[in-house]
């Protein structure tokens, strides 16, 4: 099957900044994909070299096996990019706003009022689109530049950090209106530094630091990289070094430690089942009167990989 948008060995450097080095992947008509990465890893670089606004130093981008270097036109007629800011037209209200830039992409007026109603439905802008755009919050704005890049009906929709500075109604929006669109068959390519994000929208994920993808896979794939251990912490009540000294002989425990008077942290194999073991382990000794199992996720993965957090 010929892949939506690949690209291979992409590089960019300023001056002696690498900004992207040996970038590659490939995402499947219908797949949602994720690059996630923290500020300034080369995410913006990447896109704008796929979209066509930057001529990489070497590498090939092909969207729908069209050569974007060979056929810019055929090729950028097959994507929607939504940047992280486009201008709007204030006095304008959304819906024409819409209309303005199917204009601009030569979309033919016959059918564009259509569209535009379609897409203002996708984006949950239907009721709010005679509002002026100097009316709507920063959330609403985003979705029209989501909207806009929708007109045309691209193969795959390129994101840049489509949710930063939104409000939380808009985001919730904006990601839902995602998982429709890749339902329905489109594909995605998705950036974020926020991996509870990716984690939902994508089938499928790389990890970008320091211009690099460092790791590439399913989401189960990512973690499993961390191991299958899950960290447990305990609230005990009672003789709480004695209950301590019980628990790390238990089968499973890979690591304990004291985090407070009352409190213990264990590295457990399979957290989740050897809560019963944990709780009689420590009978006669203290009680156990809170837990939490925490499962390992792309955060951790980023942590493993990397040394550092993605929030930094
Ligand atoms: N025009 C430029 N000139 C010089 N250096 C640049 C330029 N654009 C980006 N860089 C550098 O390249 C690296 C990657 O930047 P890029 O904007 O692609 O990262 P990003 O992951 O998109 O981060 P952000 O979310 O902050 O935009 C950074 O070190 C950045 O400082």
Not at 50 to 76: I, N
Not at 155 to 177: H, N, Y
Not at 289 to 295: C, K, L, N, P, S
Request: proline share 4%.
């Amino acid at each position: 099957m010929t892949a939506t948008l690949a690209c291979e060995g992409l590089r960019k450097r300023y001056g002696d900044v690498t900004a992207v080095e040996d970038v590659g992947f490939s995402i499947a008509p219908g797949q949602a994909y994720g690059l996630l990465g923290p500020n300034g890893a080369g995410k913006t670089t990447t896109i704008s070299m796929l979209v066509g606004l930057l001529r990489p130093d070497a590498g090939t981008v092909l969207v729908g096996g069209t050569d974007l270097a060979a056929d810019p036109r055929r090729a950028k007629a097959r994507i929607g990019y939504v940047p992280q800011e486009i201008a709007l037209y204030p006095e304008l209200t959304g819906r024409e706003n819409l209309r303005f830039f199917g204009r601009l992409f030569g979309l033919a007026r016959r059918g564009l009022a259509g569209r535009i109603e379609e897409v203002l439905d996708l984006i949950g802008l239907s009721d709010r689109a005679d509002g002026r755009l100097d009316t709507y919050s920063g959330g609403m704005r985003r979705r029209i530049n989501i909207g806009a890049a929708l007109l045309h009906r691209p193969d795959v929709l390129i994101l840049d950090e489509p949710t930063v500075g939104v409000d939380p109604q808009s985001r919730k929006a904006i990601l839902d209106g995602l998982e429709l669109l890749v339902g329905d068959g489109m594909s995605l390519l998705y950036t974020s530094h926020y991996m509870e994000e990716v984690e939902r929208v994508c089938d499928r994920v790389a990890i970008i630091d320091h211009g690099r993808i460092i790791a590439e896979g399913t989401r189960r794939e990512l973690i499993a990289m961390v191991g299958s251990a899950d960290k447990i912490e305990l609230v005990l009540d009672g003789d709480v070094e004695a209950a301590y000294a019980k628990l790390r002989t238990v089968e499973g425990v890979i690591e304990a430690a004291r985090t407070g008077a009352e409190s213990v942290r264990l590295i457990a194999e399979g957290g989740r089942y050897l809560l019963p073991a944990l709780i009689s382990a420590v009978e006669g000794s203290a009680t156990v009167t809170a837990t939490q199992v925490i499962e390992p996720d792309l955060e951790a993965t980023f942590l493993h990989l990397t040394g550092t957090s993605l929030r930094d």
